[in-house]
């Protein structure tokens, strides 16, 4: 079986998190995105170019997540899609588009903290369920190659 891939997305939380819901109560996520360029040169060096900035918007439960653990300037990594869109306002079109995260994460790389490993207040997946199946136990006893 293939590895699914998805689009993902590295930078900071450049404006603070805005929690709000959609007309059918799903929570909506929404954050400014701010993307840092580099141009590597020919002695190895790097230039800073200009940082360009992005809607990320999440959905339900990574909205949530979102919005209780993100602050502005984190530095996180998103998992999801670019979505481009246009609409009409007043006689004017207006495109764009903006990331769908379907996952969001602190980037482990640039963040400093500590994980709470106590037990969660809802059952997780059972992780048996990604172990490699158990070999057969044989009554002979292995051999030593004696």
């Known amino acids: 079986m293939a590895i699914r891939t998805h689009q993902s997305v590295s930078g900071f939380v450049a404006s603070d998190p805005q929690l709000t819901h959609t007309e059918r109560g799903d929570a909506r996520l929404y954050l400014k995105l701010g993307v840092e360029h580099y141009r590597r040169e020919a002695d190895n ?16 439960g990574a909205a949530e997540q ?20 246009s609409y009409e306002r007043n006689g004017q ?17 640039r963040t400093r903290y ?28 292995p051999s030593m190659g004696m």
């Open 45 to 60: 060096s790097y230039t800073q170019l200009e940082t360009t900035f992005h809607d990320l918007i999440a959905f339900r």
């Open 66 to 85: 979102g919005a209780e653990r993100l602050a502005k300037g984190d530095n996180i990594i998103a998992d999801g899609r670019v979505r481009e869109y």
């Open 93 to 109: 079109v207006r495109e764009g588009e903006e990331f769908i995260a379907t996952r969001i994460g602190h980037d482990l790389a």
């Open 114 to 141: 500590e994980v709470d490993r106590s037990q969660r207040s809802r059952p997780t997946r059972d992780a048996t369920a990604f172990e490699p199946p158990q070999q057969p136990v044989s009554s002979a006893a």
